[in-house]
């Protein structure tokens, strides 16, 4: 199992942005890749982006794709959600994620086994 923490959550108005960190320690970080997903009150949790291991493959929910960026830094065993043109619908705990496997890339949230605590995102109209 892999430790996240993830920062960066807060309040801001719609077409605001803000920028999700998530702190790994526990594993080799430069493994595996890495998953955002967040959860609305009453709903499913649901993917967000997720990167590679190198940082060299993205891939994006279709209602978040050109709005956010996600990237990492292996140095600082880092992973960050850059959310720019944010909008209500955004409102959501935000989850930092690792996958059961190294070497292994995925958007699918059953084959994530590490989970962070989340984060508050509240985006205001």
């Known amino acids: 199992q892999v430790q996240l923490v993830e920062s960066g959550g807060g309040l801001v108005q719609a077409g605001g942005s803000l920028r999700l960190s998530c702190a790994a320690s526990?594993?080799?970080?430069?493994?595996?890749?890495m998953g955002w997903f967040r959860q609305a009150t009453g709903k499913e949790r649901e993917f967000v982006a997720t990167?590679?291991?190198?940082?060299?493959?993205?891939y994006y929910a279709d209602s978040v794709k050109g709005r956010f960026t996600i990237s990492r830094d292996n140095a600082k065993n880092t992973v960050y959600l850059q959310m720019n043109s944010l909008k209500p619908e955004d409102t959501a705990v935000y989850y930092c994620?690792?996958?059961?496997?190294?070497?292994?890339?995925?958007?699918?949230?059953?084959?994530?086994?590490?989970w962070g605590q989340g984060t508050q995102v509240t985006v205001s109209s």
């Open positions: 990167i590679s291991w190198s940082g060299g493959r993205t």
């Open positions: 526990g594993r080799t970080f430069s493994s595996y890749a």
């Open positions: 994620a690792a996958p059961k496997m190294s070497y292994y890339w995925t958007y699918n949230l059953y084959e994530y086994n590490s």
